[in-house]
């Protein structure tokens, strides 16, 4: 949810924008996904420990801890899913042609109408599997939420870490439940997701 | 120059080079006809202010849009003009009505769909407001497309090319209903198109452009017979451009006479260039009479010219003969007869024939370009 206005924006900008260091940013946003997530993680620890600069002033401000708390797990996640969230929005916003935008401008919208009016709408279909990949993507993510939130009871214990734990400690038939109540809650909210896309009206084409 | 109108000047080296000027007035439609590449689309986007030229200047009545010297260059949304584009750019999501009321927003919200609706009547696309444009006729978005453009009122209209999309039919209607509605208007109307004869119909001048630079504007028909150069003549059409050199000019016979492949023609009399100078010369077929074959008759002695069929080419109900003419290095005298009048001469490629040049239909251009 925190990702889905940068994400906007950054599709936006990669898809009609040309600048320099276009291609150095695609890589930056596309990197999570060849990564192996402990060392994304490892990377992100080093980041927001309370010893860096980043941590360190986030420390100043709010008096919290980034490392292995909620909110250091919430940043943690806009970085790691950036590409899923980036790239079908940067696909959605180059599919509508250049004179579509112009024809917006020409009819006397301003720039932020015709964004809003015009091209989020058909954009609309990407923004949706966006949302869905994003979403699946971190109901499943597993190293770097272990290696920046650690494990910690009502704070930083995703259930796929609890699953993990439960497993470890050979309770099987928690782990079990807690398995399935991810695979159905997926399910569901993956469906909700592409019914909504679909009943929108608009196909894309 | 009509003070209600739009002048502008454009230069630049690149992407698209540009040497353009021109004006369009009140009420006025003025085509703006090229090749493909030569730069039409470019003008239309740089007065829509989708893209600013390197220097030059564009005005609307006594208010600049663009001037870099003052550092002006207003944005599209305020110039406020209506764009057809060449694919439309309809919006795909919105209706046909949503289409038009979205253009509509100096308006009343509640006057907007009333106002909307009127502009659907005008195009003749009454019925139709919940269509999306998926669902619509080439020629049915056409009209959404140019009622959204009118919608605001706009300083000029501009259409890109706007009858490419649709079959011929559709494209006949739909230009009478143009022709129609500027009745109706005073907006300055500029039409892109490279089809001559669709700027032939419609406009009141034309302009030629060719590798971004205007070459001639002028009525459409005077354009078309008097062409500045053989580029020009090129451009608009013409397919028997000549080299000739100025032999002399007898003004009490009120003619010129040029030299052409060894053989003189006589022309009306047109004294700008001097004697001896070398010349390019442009005739229409439709000043080419041919002679009969079976059986010589007066009024043959305007311009003979003799040669014999190189090509022919049956084109509907008439043959189109390209004649290759003594003496000539090869180019071809290219003019139609009806297909009857080929049959019962018995053209044929190979056939001896002889044509009269009308002195008329000769015209005289300065030599290059």
């Known amino acids: 949810m925190a990702l889905a206005p940068l994400a906007i924006f950054l599709g936006r900008l990669l898809a009609w924008g040309d600048f320099r260091g276009k291609s150095l940013l695609e890589a930056m946003i596309a990197l999570p996904l060849v990564l192996p997530p402990t060392v994304l993680g490892f990377y992100l620890l080093e980041g927001f420990g309370a010893a860096s600069t980043l941590g360190g002033w986030y420390h100043a401000l709010t008096g919290r801890q980034l490392v292995f708390s909620f909110d250091g797990l919430l940043l943690a996640s806009v970085i790691f899913n950036l590409p899923f969230a980036i790239q079908p929005m940067q696909r959605a916003f180059e599919a509508i042609p250049h004179n579509i935008r112009e024809a917006a401008w020409c009819c006397g919208l301003s720039r932020f109408e015709a964004l809003w009016r015009v091209e989020f709408p058909l954009a609309w279909p990407g923004a949706v599997s966006a949302l869905a990949l994003t979403f699946a993507h971190t109901l499943g993510e597993f190293g770097v939420v272990l290696m920046v939130g650690g494990n910690i009871e009502g704070e930083t214990k995703t259930i796929a870490i609890a699953i993990y734990d439960r497993v470890q400690a050979f309770d099987n038939y928690t782990a079990g439940i807690m398995s399935a109540m991810l695979l159905l809650f997926s399910m569901v909210a993956i469906g909700c997701v592409y019914r909504l896309s679909r009943r929108s009206g608009y196909d894309g084409r | ?369």
């Open chain 2, 1 to 369: 120059m009509d003070a209600d109108g739009i002048r502008l000047e454009l230069r630049q080296s690149g992407p698209v080079a540009l040497d353009v000027a021109l004006e369009v007035g009140a009420g006025e439609l003025v085509a703006l006809v090229g090749p493909s590449g030569s730069g039409k689309t470019t003008v239309l986007r740089n007065i829509a202010g989708l893209q600013s030229p390197g220097s030059g200047f564009i005005r609307h009545r006594d208010e600049s849009w663009f001037d870099p010297d003052r550092g002006i260059d207003v944005d599209t949304q305020r110039r406020r003009i209506g764009f057809v584009f060449q694919d439309y750019a309809l919006f795909p999501h919105l209706d046909t009505l949503s289409n038009v009321t979205i253009a509509l927003g100096h308006l009343e919200p509640a006057e907007r769909a009333v106002e909307a609706r009127a502009l659907l009547e005008k195009v003749n696309l009454g019925g139709l407001e919940r269509r999306l444009p998926a669902q619509l006729s080439g020629g049915q978005r056409q009209r959404v497309a140019l009622a959204r453009a009118l919608a605001r009122e706009p300083n000029i209209l501009l259409l890109d090319e706007p009858f490419s999309a649709v079959d011929r039919v559709t494209r006949g209607k739909l230009q009478q209903e143009l022709a129609l509605l500027r009745t109706s208007i005073r907006t300055p109307i500029l039409l892109v198109t490279h089809d001559l004869d669709e700027a032939m119909m419609l406009a009141d001048r034309l302009y030629v452009l060719h590798r971004g630079t205007t070459l001639q504007n002028g009525k459409p028909a005077e354009v078309f017979r008097y062409p500045r150069n053989a580029l020009v003549a090129r451009l608009v059409g013409h397919r028997n451009i000549f080299s000739a050199t100025v032999l002399g000019h007898d003004p009490e016979r009120g003619l010129t006479q040029i030299r052409w492949q060894g053989q003189k023609l006589e022309l009306e009399l047109n004294t700008a260039p001097p004697p001896g100078d070398e010349v390019d010369w442009v005739i229409h077929p439709a000043h080419i009479i041919m002679h009969r074959r079976d059986r010589p008759s007066f009024g043959e002695r305007e311009n003979p010219v003799h040669g014999h069929v190189a090509e022919l080419l049956e084109f509907g109900e008439t043959a189109l003969v390209g004649l290759a003419v003594d003496g000539d290095d090869g180019r071809l005298l290219r003019f139609s007869v009806s297909r009857h009048s080929a049959r019962r001469n018995r053209l044929e490629p190979g056939a001896a024939v002889s044509v009269s040049i009308l002195a008329e239909g000769i015209h005289l251009m300065p030599r290059g370009g």
